[in-house]
């Protein structure tokens, strides 16, 4: 029986957490007839992509979704099944992708000094794993420095 890898060693850590710009997120995960919402501050990523991890790293509890482009100032709204990325790792390190539905809303704003502010909201973002099925929604905010 192989286990799913929990955590980061320290070059994967070291790696990340140059890439980390803090944010916040709201995300919401029905799982197992459950209900799991969770508060996220590191949010990470930039115009071509995204990534929300739960409370703390090392966890590995997160979500993460490409949009295949750059994004463009302006507001832009995608089918979660479109995209060419799309993955939810629950706190066991089981993965989910996207099974067909769900639509993803977002925001981007480019500011005079350089940098963006890119918001958007995941809506009923249905996805199935080895480890069940999974619908993500969320609210989030990231602030590019």
């Avoid at 995300?27 to 996220?40: N, P, Q, W, Y």
Wanted: glycine share 8%; proline share 2%; net charge negative.
């Amino acid at each position: 029986m192989t286990f799913p890898k929990v955590g980061f060693d320290k070059a994967e850590w070291q790696t990340t957490k140059t890439k980390l710009v803090e944010s916040d997120a709201h995300v919401l995960v029905l799982k197992d007839h459950k209900a799991d919402f969770f508060r996220a501050k590191i949010v990470s990523g930039s115009k071509s992509n995204t990534s929300i991890y739960r409370g703390f790293l090392p966890s590995r509890e997160r979500l993460h979704w490409s949009y295949g482009q750059e994004l463009l100032d302006g507001l832009h709204q995608f089918d979660v099944a479109a995209l060419p990325q799309f993955e939810y790792v629950d706190s066991d390190g089981f993965s989910y992708f996207s099974s067909g539905s769900g639509t993803l809303v977002v925001n981007v704003e480019n500011q005079a000094d350089g940098s963006f502010l890119h918001q958007g909201m995941l809506m009923n973002a249905a996805c199935s794993g080895s480890n069940g099925n999974a619908v993500v929604n969320c609210t989030y905010v990231l602030h590019d420095f």
